[in-house]
């Protein structure tokens, strides 16, 4: 997914960062079985999980795998390009390279809701493009965890300037 387009009514980038969870995975919240919270991450691939963290943040994931598997891929920063100007508004912010360096504050810049969770990647609100080119990609262990802290599933755009936080 480095290297793909994401869009939200319009709003969006370059996916720079991203952190893979699977049902296996204790750090998953797909790892106990399914829930009414994490539901969307059993059906069918394609679709949008979200989740509230500490709280306060809305995170989006790609829901992937098959049909009651429970993975999913945490989209954890962009470089913004397209919406910008709505983007620091949402934010309240101009400095472009915070805009979306982290998953909170992507989900705020993108505006994303709850009302999102289960939605089609493939419908609109949401546009998700391929990327147009091979990129080189770094993996390292995820970030903002307590179990499962060794599994290099997180993958950045090396030498991104948009990444949440630098790779080891």
Not at 114 to 128: I, S, T
Request: charged share 20%.
């Amino acid at each position: 997914m480095i290297g793909a387009t994401v869009l939200v009514d319009g709003v969006g980038g370059t996916i720079v960062e991203t952190e893979a969870y699977d049902h296996e995975d204790p750090a998953s919240h797909s790892f106990s079985g399914p829930t009414p919270r994490n539901a969307v991450m059993f059906g069918p691939p394609g679709r949008v999980y979200v989740y509230r963290s500490y709280g306060i943040h809305w995170c989006l994931n790609f829901v992937c795998g098959a049909i009651g598997h429970g993975a999913g891929v945490l989209i954890r920063a962009i470089e913004p390009q397209a919406g910008i100007d709505v983007m620091r508004a949402r934010r309240g912010l101009d400095d472009l390279r915070l805009l979306c360096s982290g998953p909170g504050k992507l989900g705020q810049a993108l505006g994303i809701t709850h009302a999102l969770n289960g939605a089609r990647l493939d419908r609109k609100p949401l546009r998700v493009l391929a990327a147009t080119q091979d990129l080189p990609v770094i993996a390292g262990p995820r970030i903002g965890i307590s179990r499962a802290v060794d599994q290099p599933w997180r993958f950045g755009l090396r030498g991104s300037a948009f990444l949440s936080k630098p790779f080891r």
